[in-house]
């Protein structure tokens, strides 16, 4: 592991009241000392046994060839091993201004600090052994999180929720391999048949059972972090951007009554009772000539495919038209919500009534106008996610891709461990799939995972985290 003193801005780049240099490494401290003063003794640079761990030092950054003032700060000194990296760290706490922020990086990268990459400060927690992959990637969801919902996931999973199941279910399968390694070796002393009878039961309680409730919890996990996606189709002139916009609270689409006003798919993001939803209001899709509207209606196609929930939307009192049993054919087979829209008018006196095909299909009535009906649909949404357990939307843990991928091929070595015992198949046999279930749960901790996985992994992080 790379030994040297790095070095951040750990704080967004703008303008503000606050912001930090983060620096970690055995030189963290010294470096710091030569660039800090104490602001009643501004000529004399400070003992390192000053910099005490968990206290705020208040001063000033000063130029060590000259010491010309850059600004006054709160320097905070975490000491190895109880630190964030398990390395000696330094925060300059300092006012945020690119100018302010980037000359105090400059000063302690010229003392000897080098820029780090990004999310270097965590690989180094993971390396160290503060932290286990699952919790590290759980920093990237808490800092990208779009709802509480989506950050309480995120907290839980950094606290070491998942890492606690996987442990769990990594000490059963070991316990099997030992079981199994003294079948092999001393055969005289087993009774098989109870043997094989009590490893089957933990085969099936300890590591399957556990394996699918946490792969049961990936479609949440994915929603929370990358957001539900929601496409609002129709025809033209059916109310699809007054929905948007109601649901954005926000002029965010053009309404006119002229049909085939969106032309292009217009896409924003809503908080939906702690869901993160990603709504793309869709160009009506008709029968044209007209070459920009047939862009539009191809990208309405791709939005289709790619959406979660299609809010399929007609009109009140006009009946069910040609062109919406048309529509109804392209997303019939796709998860989807009626909106039957417009009840504010005169003419929704006369209630459209949808074909019998259509009956097993959720039906919603709304005015996007007057928002009559809109708070029934966010409930529906809602309840799509979460289905009938209202509380599955708060779990402590979900798993990300990599993390369902490898817990997959974990669940499918020990299902294919429980049929070999089942069919009393040699013990070497059922040795490489239990060796097959440890290693992918390995894995899912960040152990025994090549380097370039590790590498591809936390490039996805911010610098300075």
């Known amino acids: 592991m790379d030994r040297s003193t790095i070095a951040a801005i ?33 000529d004399s640079q400070e003992d390192a046994v000053r910099f005490k761990a968990y206290r705020l030092r ?21 000491r190895a091993p109880k630190s ?15 100018v302010v922020l980037n000359t105090i990086l400059e000063l302690v990268l010229a003392q000897g600090a080098f820029l780090a990459d990004p999310g270097e ?14 919790q590290a990637e759980a920093v990237t969801d808490l800092i990208n999180a779009k709802t509480s919902a989506a ?34 070796d001393f055969p005289e002393d ?65 309404v006119t009554d002229v049909p085939g006003t969106t032309r292009d798919t217009v896409e924003d993001f809503i908080n939906v009772h702690g869901i993160p939803v990603v709504i793309v209001d869709t160009a009506g899709l008709q029968k044209t000539d007209n070459p920009v509207e047939k862009i539009g209606i ?24 040609a062109e919406d049993k048309q529509i109804y054919q392209k997303i019939a087979d796709k998860s989807h919500f009626i909106i039957i829209n417009k009840r504010d008018l005169e003419k929704a006196e006369r209630p459209t009534l949808i074909p019998e095909e259509w009956h097993g299909s959720p039906c919603i009535r709304i005015s996007a106008l007057r928002g009559d009906g809109v708070s029934d649909l966010e409930k529906a949404v809602y309840r799509f996610v979460a289905g009938d357990n209202q509380s599955l939307i708060h779990s402590d843990f979900a798993p990300n891709l990599r993390q369902k991928e490898l817990v997959q091929a974990s669940l499918e070595a020990a299902e294919t461990a429980l049929a070999s015992k089942e069919r009393d198949d040699p013990g070497e046999l059922t040795a490489l799939d239990l060796e097959e279930c440890l290693l992918n749960l390995n894995k899912v901790l960040g152990r025994e ?10 490039s996805e992080f911010c610098i300075g985290k």
């Open 190 to 254: 087993i009774d098989p048949a109870e043997h094989l009878e009590q490893d089957a039961l933990t085969l099936t309680k300890k590591v399957i059972a556990p394996l699918r409730n946490i792969l049961a919890h990936y479609r949440e996990g994915r929603i929370l972090r990358e957001g539900l996606r929601l496409a609002v189709v129709g025809r033209p002139n059916v109310g699809k951007s007054s929905l948007m916009n109601r649901l954005v609270r926000d002029d965010r689409a053009i």
């Open 151 to 184: 950050a309480k996931m995120a907290s839980s999973q950094m606290a070491g929720h998942l890492r606690s199941e996987i442990e769990v279910i990594r000490s059963a399968v070991r316990q099997l391999i030992t079981h199994n390694e003294a079948r092999i």
């Open 121 to 134: 400060f965590t690989r180094r927690a993971f390396l160290n052994g503060r932290i286990d992959l699952t």
């Open 58 to 78: 208040y001063g000033i950054i000063v130029r060590p060839e000259d010491g010309s003032r850059i600004d006054e700060v709160l320097l905070a000194t975490m």
């Open 84 to 98: 964030y990296t398990g390395e000696d760290v330094v925060e300059i706490n300092a006012h945020a201004g690119p």
């Open 449 to 458: 995972l090549r380097e370039d996985i590790l590498e591809q992994i936390f």
């Open 298 to 321: 191809e990208k309405t196609l791709q939005n289709i495919e790619k959406a979660d929930l299609i809010l399929f939307v007609v009109e009140e009192g006009c009946g069910i038209k």
């Open 10 to 42: 750990s704080t967004p780049r703008g303008f503000g009241g606050v912001g930090i240099v983060k620096l970690s490494g055995p030189d963290a401290i010294r470096i710091a000392q030569t660039v800090f003063r104490n602001k009643f003794n501004k």
